[in-house]
Structures are given as C-alpha cells and as structure tokens.
C-alpha cells in the first residue's frame, strides 16, 4: 500500500507525543531538565554522526576529510534565502496557530516545541529516501523504522517541552505524504550523489537543531533548509 510508511510514521509521533504529554507531567522539573539535555545530546550525537559520515573518508590508511567549501556553499546561500522568505516565521506563525486551534493558547512553550520537534524529525535523508522508496517501489519500511525512531525522540520532547511537539506529526505527514506522492518526478533526481549530499547537509541541520536544545535557540534552523535543495541541484548541475 503506497503511502503506509507516512501513516505508521505519522501515527508513531503522535503516540510517542500522547505518552509524554500524559505520563510527563508526573514528573519534576528537574527530571524533565534532564530529559531535555538528554535529547538534546542524543540530536547532537546522531547529527555528528551523519556529518562525520559525510565529510570524513579513509585515504592511504589516514583519515581524512573533505567537502569543506560544499558545506559551506550550501549553508550560506540556503541561510539567505531562508531568511529572506523567513520560514522559521512561518513554522512559528502556524504553531501559533494550532496553539489556539486546539485549545492550548495558554501553554507558553506549544510553539517552541512544535518548532523543534517539527525541524528533528522532518529533515533529514530517512524521511526523503524513505517516501520515495514508498511512492515508487510501494515499501514503507524506511518510514516504519524512522518511525520508531520519532517515537522515541518526541515522547521524550513532549515530557520536557510539552504538547507542542506532539503537534510535529502535522509537518512530517504533509511533507513524506506529498513526497510519496511525487516520487515518480523525484525520481530522476535523487541519484547516489544527490542523497548523499542531502544527507550530510540533513545530518549538519540535526546537529544544528541538538545545539538548540543543549545550549537554548542559538541557530535559526528553518531558515537554513533552502540549502537541501541547493545540496541536491548541485549534484544535478556537477
């Protein structure tokens, strides 16, 4: 069944943000500090990894590492024109939103956990390669196994920062939804080199989002999204 993965996926953030949301306020402040920290460091972790993976490589026994300057190319020009659309003020814009839509206008932290919860599990090549494996070749079992993984990571989100990361489900179902369906488009583009690139700019952008929670909103990480799409055009163009 096409399109099973964006709905398991979809359905294990909202579990995972229903059990944090219900069992986190049995616990103390200082435990919901540390889970924070601890989600944070874990987002931290996985995005080092990815970007390790991406930029380090093994040459005449040595390590080494490269793709400096296309790093840098990506987050730059994708940083400008973020900031002059301003999507994390649109991201903002719909938490306040669905804050008053659903009734929680007065819970100060919906919108940043929304914010956050959204950018941790909506970017990054599980989410992209996973709905095109869906719309082309009918497997969901990437977004199943990312779906594990968001469940984990929003139900500990939830406990810290609230409801609003439950709300995270709503981004991830359009975004892999529409994807799955414009698979077969996508298809051409998204060669070894493209999911590669999309890859380590996702995994910098996870990591970027983990500074985030440890450190308190430092990065204007929705704004620096542009730069997956300059990531996957510049394999098309080189």
């Known amino acids: 069944m096409i399109g099973l993965g964006t709905i398991v996926n979809t359905a294990g953030i909202a579990l995972g943000g229903a059990v944090g949301y219900f069992f986190g306020r049995f616990f103390k402040e200082r435990l919901r500090e540390t889970l924070n920290m601890a989600c944070g460091v874990s987002v931290l972790c996985i995005g080092v ?6 930029m380090l490589s093994i040459a005449d026994g040595k390590l080494a590492s490269g793709r400096s300057m296309f790093v840098t190319l990506c987050l730059v020009l994708g940083g400008l024109v973020g900031e002059i ?14 804050k008053v839509k659903t009734g929680n206008g007065g819970d100060n932290r919906f919108t940043e956990g929304f914010v956050t919860a959204s950018l941790t599990v909506c970017i990054g090549a599980m989410a992209v390669v996973g709905s095109i494996e869906d719309g082309i070749y009918g497997d969901p079992s990437v977004l199943i196994t990312k779906a594990v993984l968001d469940l984990i990571i929003v139900l500990v989100m939830t406990c810290s920062m609230g409801i609003g990361c439950a709300f995270s489900a709503v981004p991830v179902a359009l975004l892999e939804g529409l994807m799955t369906l414009a698979a077969r488009l996508l298809k051409p583009l998204m060669t070894e080199t493209a999911l590669a690139n999309l890859s380590l700019i996702g995994s910098i952008l996870i990591l970027c989002v983990g500074v985030n ?6 990065i204007r990480v929705a704004n620096m999204l542009p730069g997956l799409v300059i990531a996957v055009g510049a394999a098309i163009v080189i």
């Open 213 to 218: 929670l440890v450190f308190g909103k430092r």
């Open 85 to 98: 659309i301003n999507i994390e003020g649109f991201f903002e814009r719909f938490g306040e939103w669905l």
């Open 49 to 54: 990894a990815g970007t390790m993976e991406g």
